[in-house]
């Protein structure tokens, strides 16, 4: 029920689910754990405490579970969870966490990592996230539903992005990226929402026409951004996906949010 070349490397303790193929000069690890119908092409090495789920395809050459690269990792006996129904391209890497992170790096489920896309220690990613080839995620990032990491992008440690947010190729990111936002540039600025990406989801007209204008009344020029929220807040408390940009920006964080300059808040 399985297949697997006779150049892979299996180490004994290994867990092979039903359906698997390991293709040539693949290597997994002892603590490793493969679901049902994983396809590893070749060349794969998959190590330390790790758990790939049901039909996750890995290209050639990629480094997935090896030693995070924090100098303060110690060997600690951390985890990368990484879930079903993932496409993870040639030269990808992704560590487990570390002891000042929680121990664990996870990615959700029917997520795309191309070409090089990195995903460092106690990263959490959620479903339908999309990296695009060489995009690098610092340590202790968060990357909500449906997010897309343009090409050649990076991401400050500690930094959240919210759910359908567009991040542009070769974006340096500092500061937090709300909801269904679209940011751009070196540093990143907020550059509007992220209306294509809410059209491809099917969001209905009046829910994009009210997060335009929660967009504009939340980055006037005019107040503090505390009393922006509030005005939009008590006008659009039953919008959920308005709430859930103002819930974004309230919550705690050990970043700013990226910003509009002046011309794009209009």
Avoid at 33 to 53: N, Y
Avoid at 111 to 119: E, P
Avoid at 181 to 189: D, E, Y
Wanted: one cysteine or more; a negative charge; glycine letters at 12%.
């Amino acid at each position: 029920m399985t297949d697997i070349h006779p150049t892979a490397l299996i180490a004994d303790g290994a867990e092979i689910g039903t359906g698997t193929k390991i293709g040539p000069y693949c290597i997994v690890g002892s603590d490793v754990k493969l679901g049902d119908g994983v396809e590893l092409v070749s060349h794969v090495v998959v190590e330390g405490i790790t758990s790939v789920g049901t039909n996750t395809r890995i290209f050639p050459f990629a480094s997935i579970g090896h030693q995070p690269q924090d100098l303060k990792y110690g060997g600690e006996p951390s985890r990368l969870e990484i879930g079903c129904n993932n496409v993870i391209r040639e030269h990808v890497t992704m560590n487990p966490g570390t002891e000042g992170g929680g121990m664990l790096t996870s990615v959700g489920n029917n997520c795309l990592f191309m070409v090089g896309a990195h995903v460092a220690h106690d990263c959490h990613i959620k479903d339908h996230v999309i990296l695009v080839n060489n995009a690098t995620l610092g340590g202790h990032v968060e990357i909500d539903e449906w997010a897309i990491i343009g090409g050649l992008s990076a991401i400050h440690q500690f930094v959240r992005v919210g759910r359908h947010s567009m991040i542009g190729g070769m974006s340096g990111i500092e500061n937090d990226v709300i909801p269904y936002g679209s940011v751009i540039g070196n540093r990143a600025r907020l550059q509007g929402l992220n209306v294509v990406g809410l059209k491809r989801r099917n969001f209905d007209r009046e829910t994009i026409h009210a997060l335009r204008n929660a967009y504009r009344l939340m980055f006037a020029p005019e107040g503090t951004l505390a009393e922006r929220l509030e005005d939009v807040a008590e006008m659009m408390s039953e919008i959920e996906p308005v709430m859930e940009i103002v819930n974004f920006i309230r919550a705690d964080s050990s970043r700013s949010i990226c910003q509009p300059n002046l011309e794009d808040a209009a």
